[in-house]
């Protein structure tokens, strides 16, 4: 099984953004309240992303680490 990459951004005063990987726990995250956004900015550059509340954080990581 490959390893997925996956990187945890803060984005805003209140988000986070989800970089990676992602296709296939999308299910997942859209359950865990995440929006797609497929032109965020990070790194200046326009990339797919998924956004989630800061409070969301510690989960997402738990999530992220079984899946993983």
């Known amino acids: 099984m490959t390893k997925l990459y996956f990187e945890i951004v803060d984005y805003s005063e209140k988000a986070i953004a989800l970089f ?4 296939a726990i999308k299910d997942l995250l859209k359950a865990m309240g995440g929006k797609f956004n497929p032109r965020l900015t ?7 992303g998924w956004i989630f509340s800061k409070t969301k954080r510690e989960e997402l990581e738990n999530v992220l680490s079984l899946n993983n």
């Open 20 to 23: 990676g990987d992602t296709k």
């Open 42 to 48: 990070y790194n200046n550059e326009k990339q797919a």
